[in-house]
């Protein structure tokens, strides 16, 4: 299994990115697919989670600026940053899960400058 993940790059306070991440070697449509992130001397944290049946949440953190979403034909899952903020400078991750594994992507950096 493979998760490539892309989108990530230098943007300003306020801009907007969409990072994808692509999934390969499973069957995308029963994973969950969930987006982590880690910044400069934090620990990885939880972003956002869309399951199979395409239910989503979010961490309050982004709450009304950030959309996951996914495409199963394409083996997909998307997330529009909007509204972006210093804070949410970070390597963002994507992680599929299945019953009975997980799999990480290599990682996108998302930075926002000020």
């Known amino acids: 299994v493979q998760l490539q993940a892309s989108g990530g790059g230098l943007v300003q306070n306020g801009g907007s990115l969409r990072l994808s991440c692509v999934v390969s070697?499973?069957?995308?449509?029963?994973?969950?697919m969930t987006w982590y992130r880690q910044g400069p001397g934090k620990q990885r944290e939880w972003v956002a989670i869309?399951?199979?049946?395409?239910?989503?949440n979010y961490a309050d953190f982004v709450k009304g600026r950030f959309t996951i979403s996914r495409d199963n034909a394409a083996n997909t899952v998307y997330l529009q940053m909007n509204n972006l903020k210093p804070e949410d400078t970070a390597i963002y991750y994507c992680?599929?899960?299945?019953?009975?594994?997980?799999?990480w992507g290599q990682g996108t950096q998302v930075t926002v400058s000020s």
């Open positions: 070697g499973s069957i995308f449509s029963i994973a969950e």
């Open positions: 992680n599929a899960r299945w019953p009975l594994s997980d799999h």
């Open positions: 869309i399951t199979k049946g395409s239910f989503t």
